[in-house]
C-alpha cells in the first residue's frame, strides 16, 4: 500500500510540476554545453547539459532528450528554453517531444499507482483468517 501511495504522490507532484511550467514559465535560449549517450542502465539514453542566463546569473541544467533531437543538437547549439520565474534554475529545453514524455511519466506512474493502491485497499479491507479463526 506504501508503494501504491509513494507512486500516487510521485505522479501528482509530476504533474504539478508540468502544470507550473505550463502556466508559469518563462522563455529563454541556452547554450548546448555537453552531449552524452548514457549506457549505465543497459540501455542508450540520450542527455544534453545546457547553460543560460537569467537576470545577469548563469544556470546550467541538464535533461534526457529524444535522439533525433540529440542528433540535431550539437555542443554550441542554441536552444530554447524554459524556466520557472520563482526558480529560474529549474528548467527544460522547449521541445515538444519532452513536454509529451513528461506529461506521460506523471500519467504512467497515476496509472500504476491508481490500481494498485485499489488492489491493496482491497485486501486491507477483507477479513484476516487467522482473525476469523481465533474468535468464532
Do not use: C
Not at 504522490?9 to 535560449?29: C, D, S, V
Request: cysteine-free; overall charge neutral; proline content about 5%.
Amino acid at each position: 500500500m506504501l508503494v501504491a501511495l509513494l507512486l500516487l504522490a510521485a505522479g501528482f507532484w509530476q504533474w504539478q510540476h508540468n502544470r507550473e511550467f505550463a502556466t508559469n514559465a518563462k522563455r529563454q535560449t541556452g547554450t548546448i554545453t555537453s552531449r552524452v549517450i548514457d549506457t549505465s542502465h543497459h540501455q542508450s539514453t540520450p542527455k544534453v547539459r545546457y547553460r543560460y542566463t537569467v537576470a545577469g546569473v548563469e544556470y546550467e541544467g541538464g535533461m534526457t532528450i529524444d535522439r533525433a533531437d540529440y542528433d540535431r543538437l550539437a555542443e554550441g547549439a542554441t536552444v530554447p528554453l524554459l524556466y520557472l520565474a520563482g526558480s529560474p534554475g529549474d528548467s527544460r529545453i522547449d521541445l515538444p517531444a519532452e513536454a509529451d514524455e513528461e506529461r506521460n511519466y506523471a500519467y504512467m506512474l497515476g496509472l500504476i499507482g491508481l490500481p494498485l493502491f485499489a488492489f491493496a485497499a482491497l485486501i486491507y479491507s477483507l477479513p484476516s483468517r487467522t482473525r476469523d479463526a481465533r474468535n468464532p
